[in-house]
């Protein structure tokens, strides 16, 4: 099972901005979608943000649209999430994910989600 890697989380404060990284680079074929989850501790995880390869079709869950863009570098194999604005709301691990099926990218429900990376922690503080 391929894994995903994540990397350029942190902490900042309120206000302040982090790119994050997810490296395809061990898949041969590409997912055809590809999403950022997050998680706290205690809750859910919750999508975040989505996007069809090769498309620039995205999709954002309600309380990061205008902040947060999702977005791919076809060449280097990367997806990143652009984070600006971070408030301490979006604090979490954060996860890349990846799904064979580009329907993944369209549900209501952020299901279907075959691959995973370990997480990156992004923090902010007040």
């Known amino acids: 099972q391929v894994q995903l890697l994540e990397s350029g989380g942190g902490s900042v404060q309120s206000g302040g901005s982090l790119t994050l990284s997810c490296d395809l680079s061990?898949?041969?074929?590409?997912?055809?979608?590809m999403a950022w989850f997050r998680q706290v501790p205690g809750k859910d995880r919750e999508g975040v943000a989505r996007l069809r390869l090769g498309t620039g079709i995205t999709d954002y869950t309600d309380s990061v649209k205008g902040r947060f863009t999702i977005s791919e570098d076809n060449a280097e194999k990367m997806v990143y999430l652009q984070m600006v604005n971070l408030e301490p709301g979006d604090t979490a691990m954060y996860y890349c994910a990846g799904s064979v099926d580009w329907t993944a990218c369209t549900s209501d429900s952020w299901a279907d989600f075959h691959y995973w990376g370990q997480g990156t922690q992004v923090t902010v503080s007040a």
């Open positions: 061990k898949f041969k074929y590409t997912p055809p979608c």
